[in-house]
């Protein structure tokens, strides 16, 4: 899970790029970047940390252009280093430059065919720099010395048949234009803005339409699974479909990574969050408990919270306090800097806890650590009975899409009944939302979604080459590259 952003305008777009990185800041807070293009050359500044720290009034100043790309990350594949940090860049042909989310899943034997071709060097381990060689190869074969919209979405066509996974796309060719283009399963979420310019037309691409509409784009719609979409130098929008769609968007988005003002393949994150909790409340009737008071877990489950409550006719409260200053746990990269950081994060409220039969509502139970102690500081703030309830299904398989739960071993309901997890939990009672229900809640914001991807609930991969063996090494992969435990920060460039 990244956060991407690309601006074609009529005016220095640095600003606007800053601006738009800063609403997709929950989907990566490990590093970020951006880079121009003014015409003759490209600008750019990437490092580690948060949008905020990354960035000077020196940094804004020098990175002129009217056209430009930015991403937030957190690493899902690749090294815990600054040098992953995107934008990536080549400069042939012409000088392309790619910001990417999601994660590509047949990355080792792509790049072991692009360095025996001994013509490009890698220099790093990300998969998107893989991804933007894979590319690069692919439009010089077009022998264009003009991009020509036809032949640039050839050379998609051709990427497209090559890398296999979960991408959203947007690439800066300098002096040509902007691309971007979306996998077939349209797993990773994209979309595309316009504002009126007074010489020609402005475009945006970003993660979630929210950026959109911070900076006044009208939010045309999704980059469709399969699709490119060109913006030339001179504002005029090419479109076309690349390979056969294979419709099966990222579920998860809806439960827990997106914002809750997003829209994504026109589903509203928040209407299917509260259609989530209205289901949720139905199962959680069903054990006919005492219950004296709803508290989220915030921030993500607040609206699926409020409906849970409601249909239950129970009290909702804000019983956490959230310090807004700490980063999102669930993304943090070790295992320590997550427990370490949850009872910074949240202050159990004891007036609203103490002698009562709680409700935890959280979006999603993951790894464990969060709620495990969630429940001891409510009930050392007082409660007589703690009761959590997820919004989600168990999770029990890993994301290979780009979502950072790769190994069975981190999911605590891996392997365990819901009962085992319970008293993993140290919880008086445990409730999950069932598959179906988060799966209507969805449909019924789109009914044209013929599926959606659902691995990390039920192992089933929309993808064809994630086999046993394919998980075998990317778990093994993934604890090999993980930062040691206590490692400090990296240094800020």
């Known amino acids: 899970m990244c956060g991407i952003i690309g601006i074609s305008s009529t005016h220095p777009v640095v600003g606007d790029i800053y601006d738009g990185l800063s609403t997709l800041q929950h989907r990566g807070q490990d590093a970020a970047g951006i880079m121009t293009f003014d015409g003759s050359q490209?600008?750019?500044?990437?490092?580690?940390?948060?949008?905020?720290?990354?960035?000077?009034?020196?940094d804004v100043e020098r990175l002129q252009?009217?056209?430009?790309?930015?991403?937030?990350?957190?690493?899902?594949?690749g090294s815990y280093d600054v040098r992953e940090a995107q934008p990536f860049y080549v400069n042939a042909p012409f000088g392309l430059a790619l910001v990417h989310n999601g994660n590509l899943t047949n990355t080792e034997s792509l790049r072991e065919k692009i360095n025996a071709k001994g013509v490009r060097h890698l220099n790093t381990s990300s998969d998107s720099e893989v991804l933007l060689n894979v590319f690069a190869d692919q439009l010089w074969k077009q022998k264009l010395k003009k991009i020509q919209p036809k032949k640039l979405f050839a050379a998609v066509s051709e990427t497209m048949k090559e890398i296999r996974g979960a991408?959203?796309?947007?690439?800066?060719?300098?002096?040509?234009?902007?691309?971007?283009?979306?996998?077939?399963?349209?797993?990773?979420?994209?979309g595309v803005g316009r504002r009126a310019g007074r010489t020609q037309d402005e475009y945006m691409f970003a993660s979630e339409n929210i950026s959109m509409t911070t900076l006044a784009y009208d939010f045309l719609g999704d980059v469709q699974p399969g699709e490119a979409v060109f913006i030339d130098m001179m504002g005029k929008m090419h479109r076309s479909s690349c390979t056969k769609p294979n419709w099966s968007p990222c579920i998860f988005e809806h439960v827990y990574l997106a914002r809750p003002d997003a829209l994504?393949?026109?589903?509203?994150?928040?209407?299917?969050?509260?259609?989530?909790?209205?289901?949720?409340?139905?199962?959680?009737?069903?054990a006919d408990l005492p219950i004296d008071v709803v508290v989220p877990v915030p921030d993500t489950s607040r609206t699926a919270a409020l409906t849970v409550a409601n249909d239950l006719g129970v009290r909702y409260r804000e019983g956490l306090m959230k310090n807004r200053y700490i980063a999102r746990t669930f993304i943090m990269p070790t295992q320590e800097k997550r427990k370490k950081s949850i009872r910074h994060k949240l202050i159990p409220m004891e007036l609203e806890l103490r002698g009562k039969n709680v409700l935890l509502v959280d979006d999603s139970i993951v790894r464990g650590n969060t709620a495990r102690q969630i429940i001891a500081m409510v009930r050392e703030a007082g409660a007589k009975k703690v009761y959590l309830a997820s919004a989600s299904p168990a999770l029990v398989s890993p994301c290979v899409y780009g979502v950072d739960m790769p190994t069975k071993k981190e999911l605590i309901a891996s392997g365990l009944?819901?009962?085992?997890v319970r008293k993993e939990l140290k919880a008086d009672a445990l409730?999950?939302?069932?598959?179906?229900?988060?799966?209507?809640?969805?449909?019924?914001?789109?009914?044209?979604?013929?599926?959606?991807c659902t691995a990390c609930f039920t192992g089933k991969y929309p993808t064809r080459e994630v086999t046993k063996s394919y998980l075998a090494a990317a778990e093994k992969a993934r604890t090999n590259s993980k930062p040691k435990e206590g490692a400090g920060q990296m240094t800020l460039l």
């Open 264 to 286: 994504i393949d026109q589903v509203s994150v928040y209407k299917a969050r509260l259609r989530a909790g209205s289901y949720l409340a139905a199962e959680v009737a069903k």
């Open 167 to 190: 991408y959203a796309v947007v690439i800066l060719i300098a002096g040509q234009g902007m691309l971007a283009f979306r996998d077939p399963s349209g797993l990773r979420p994209l």
């Open 65 to 77: 252009g009217n056209i430009g790309i930015g991403h937030v990350r957190y690493p899902t594949a």
């Open 42 to 58: 490209y600008h750019s500044k990437r490092g580690d940390g948060l949008v905020r720290d990354v960035f000077r009034r020196g």
């Open 431 to 452: 409730f999950y939302l069932p598959l179906k229900d988060l799966l209507t809640s969805c449909f019924v914001g789109n009914p044209k979604i013929p599926k959606y």
């Open 417 to 420: 009944t819901t009962e085992q």
